[in-house]
């Protein structure tokens, strides 16, 4: 069973930083793109930031500057590292997975994608 378990969210002060965690199940991670996404109030979900299992990454032009993240392949984690926030950024952040699974012995795959809970980030005074 895949795993995504989130940690690191809370309350925070503008300008200040958070870093929040995922720690994936092993059979999946090494493989896998891992990425954060964040849904603010009323809004829509969107990529905050991904990194590709050959360490490619992608950030939104809305965090970039601010924003990091990395992966850790021996502890099967992937980090958000967010400094200078901002109240915009106050969302619930989401892990995620993305890897392509083989489903037969020819070598067809299909793509798999796995969501962690949630972590509330709130920036505010």
């Known amino acids: 069973q895949v795993q995504l378990v989130e940690s690191g969210g809370g309350l925070v002060q503008p300008g200040g930083s958070l870093r929040l965690s995922c720690a994936a199940s092993r059979s999946i991670f090494s493989s896998s793109t891992m990425g954060w996404y964040r849904q603010p109030p009323g809004k829509e979900r969107d990529l905050v930031a991904s990194i590709t299992s050959g360490g490619s990454i992608t950030i939104a032009d809305s965090v970039k500057g601010r924003f990091t993240i990395f992966r850790d392949n021996n502890k099967n984690t992937v980090y958000l590292q967010m400094d200078s926030l901002k109240s915009e950024d106050t969302a619930v952040y989401y892990c995620?997975?993305?890897?392509?699974?083989?489903?037969?012995?020819?070598?067809?795959?299909?793509?798999?994608?796995?969501w962690g809970d949630g972590s509330l980030v709130t920036v505010s005074s």
């Open positions: 995620n997975a993305k890897f392509r699974k083989v489903v037969n012995v020819e070598g067809a795959t299909v793509k798999m994608d796995y």
